[in-house]
Every structure is written in structure tokens, then in C-alpha cells.
């Protein structure tokens, strides 16, 4: 469909929370929603970097509503901290974007010693999203977006090597773990506000493939962000689109609908029927709600 961020409603008096929005896709998310008067918090882990985009975006839209607050997602202590604090300071959250991500770093472990991709792009997001549910909640109609990627579909979630203590390390493969994760997580955790009769919304989305800083640990992706990616403002478009249109409810994954679903207009994306498997997504669940000791919908 033909639909861009221009097309965004107006969404003055919502409130939005988008993670790694320093940079990259996020940055545009950030961009977008504050020009159509939404307040938005910038969610990241520098908050040098996070000034810099504020200013940026604020050049832009003067007078944009833009908060800053301090996330690390390879840290629980952080997102626990980070949580109560919104929490403390605010009555409601409309938009929750689950962006943030690292791909192919070299082997390292997030603070709680957890490999970092799946550490930070899933584990991460899980306890940030239930930590901050209850104030979901308490907003109509509010949603939660989590940005997966179309290499979900080589991914298999290792349970019994999570981390990759066992096998030698392949940072390729433990990247697309973490994203059939988030899209694992997002169908779960609809399914789950579903049966308990909650407001609600879980949706899933990606961006294709986007020049961003997302390929820093990558000359040779670098290289092909020159011929082959959208810019990130492109790639912003689809998880706008699942955090703001009606529409969007339909389906519960969004992304660009042209070749190999790398590029092109936003439109219905195709889930690989291993992120529908209901068992692996209740196991991932009770894995998650261990490992972070966030417990919720169970
Ligand atoms: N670009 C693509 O082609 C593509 C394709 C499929 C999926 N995606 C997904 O899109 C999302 C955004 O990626 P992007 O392409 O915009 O990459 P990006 O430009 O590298 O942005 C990633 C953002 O995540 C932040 N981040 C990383 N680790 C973090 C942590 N521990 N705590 C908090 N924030 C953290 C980064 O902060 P710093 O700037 O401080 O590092 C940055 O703000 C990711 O989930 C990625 O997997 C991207």
C-alpha cells in the first residue's frame, strides 16, 4: 500500500516510548511521532547521543515534546530503574516501541551475563515490556511494537545453548535467534492479552534492510548499505505504521512488501510458520521470565 509517514494522524496528548532511538530507524520513529505532537522519551543508552538527536529532531520541529531517559537493555538493573522511573513520572503510555538491537558485535555477554543479541534484542525487551505493562494498561487502546527482521526466518532458538556456551560461536546465528525471539514474543504476548481480555495491542514489524548504524561491525554490509538498503527513514515506515494505524490490528506482522521483503511499500509481512509454533513460544516465555525474573500473563 501506499502509505507513508506523512499519512500519520494526529497524536497529540499520546505518549511514546521508543528504545535505541538515538540513531537509525528509531530515530526516525522518534522524528515522526513527535511531529504529529506526540511526546515522545527517548529511550537509549547514551544519553550524549540521545541530546544530539533531541536537537536534531528539534531543529527540525521546534517545539516538539522530546524527554530523554536512560536505557541499557544489556542490563536488568537498568531497565528496572528505567521503568520505574517512567512510571513514577507519568499516568500513561500509548506507544511502546521495542527497537533497540545489536547485530553480529563480536562474542560478549550483556551485564548479566547473557549473549549479548539475544541478551539485549529479546531478553532486554521482554523485561522492559513487562515492567511496563501495568501502565499500558491503565492507557486505552495503548500498543507495543517490537521490531523483528526478515532474518527470522533462518533462526532457531537453541534452548539448550542459549547462550553459546556449548557450540562455537557463530554471532550470524545467535543475531537471527534473537530476532525469531522478538517475533516469537510479539505473537505470544498477543495471544496472552488476548485471553486475559486486555486493552492491549502486541504487534510485530521490521524494516527490510536499511542503511543504518546497525552494520557497524560490518565493512562488507556497510558496503552493500550503499546499493541495496532503504534509507532508515524508509525503514521506520512499517513500525509507524503498526504503532499508529487502525489497520494495523489486522495483521501482526509489518514490513516492506517488495523484493525478498528487503525493500518497498509497507504492507502485510510473512512470518515464518517456526515463530507460529505456540510450544516454542510458551517455552521461550518461561525461559525469558527466568532468566530476567520478570513475571507476567503466566
Ligand atoms: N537496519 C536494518 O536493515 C535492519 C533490518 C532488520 C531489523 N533491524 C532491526 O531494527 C532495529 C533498529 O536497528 P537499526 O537498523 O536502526 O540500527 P542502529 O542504527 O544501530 O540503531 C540501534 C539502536 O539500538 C541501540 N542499542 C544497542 N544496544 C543497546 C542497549 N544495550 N541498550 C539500549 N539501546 C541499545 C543503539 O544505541 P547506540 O547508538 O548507543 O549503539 C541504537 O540507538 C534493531 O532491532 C534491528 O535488529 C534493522
Redesign the pocket.
Same mark, same amino acid.
Given at each position: 500500500m501506499a502509505w507513508d509517514e506523512g499519512m500519520i494522524g494526529n497524536q497529540e496528548n499520546k505518549i511514546a516510548v521508543v528504545?535505541?532511538?538515538?540513531?537509525?530507524?528509531?530515530?526516525h520513529m522518534a522524528r515522526a511521532l513527535a511531529s504529529k505532537g506526540a511526546e515522545v522519551l527517548l529511550?537509549?543508552?547514551?544519553i550524549e547521543?540521545a541530546e544530539d538527536a533531541r536537537r536534531r529532531i528539534l531543529e527540525d520541529f521546534p517545539g516538539s515534546l522530546l524527554r530523554i531517559s536512560e536505557? @541499557? $537493555?544489556?542490563?536488568l538493573s537498568?531497565i528496572q530503574d528505567f521503568s520505574q522511573r517512567f512510571s513514577e513520572e507519568n499516568s500513561r503510555l500509548d506507544i511502546l516501541i521495542?527497537?533497540?538491537?545489536?547485530?553480529i558485535p563480536p562474542k560478549s555477554r550483556?551485564k548479566d551475563g547473557f549473549e549479548l543479541q539475544f541478551g539485549?534484542?529479546h531478553l532486554?525487551h521482554f523485561a522492559l515490556t513487562g515492567r511496563l505493562l501495568p501502565i499500558l494498561e491503565e492507557t486505552q487502546g495503548s500498543r507495543i511494537v517490537t521490531?523483528?527482521?526478515?532474518?527470522h526466518n533462518p533462526g532457531i532458538i537453541d534452548f539448550d545453548d542459549l547462550h553459546g556456551e556449548r557450540k562455537r560461536y557463530n554471532k550470524w546465528a545467535f543475531?537471527s535467534q534473537?530476532?525469531i525471539a522478538?517475533l516469537t514474543f510479539s505473537l505470544e504476548l498477543s495471544r496472552r492479552l488476548e485471553a486475559v481480555g486486555s486493552g492491549v495491542s502486541a504487534i510485530a514489524s521490521?524494516?527490510?534492510?536499511?542503511?543504518? @548504524? $546497525?552494520?557497524?561491525h560490518s565493512l562488507f554490509w556497510r558496503f552493500l548499505n550503499l546499493f541495496l538498503?532503504?534509507p532508515?527513514r524508509r525503514?521506520a515506515e512499517a513500525t509507524l505504521y503498526a504503532a499508529t494505524e487502525s489497520d494495523a490490528l489486522e495483521h501482526p506482522y509489518w514490513g516492506p512488501t517488495g523484493f525478498i521483503e528487503m525493500r518497498g511499500r509497507t504492507g502485510r509481512a510473512r512470518i515464518n510458520p517456526k515463530a507460529l509454533d505456540e510450544e516454542t513460544a510458551r517455552r521461550l516465555w518461561e525461559v525469558s521470565e527466568g532468566l530476567t525474573g520478570v513475571r507476567y500473563l503466566s
Open positions: 528504545t535505541g532511538s538515538n540513531t537509525g530507524i528509531g530515530f529511550a537509549c543508552r547514551s547521543k536505557l @541499557d $537493555l544489556a542490563d537498568s521495542n527497537n533497540a538491537g545489536v547485530m550483556t539485549t534484542n532486554g521490531v523483528s527482521s526478515i532474518a543475531y534473537s530476532k522478538n521490521h524494516p527490510g534492510y536499511s542503511a543504518t @548504524d $546497525l552494520q557497524r538498503a532503504m532508515a525503514g
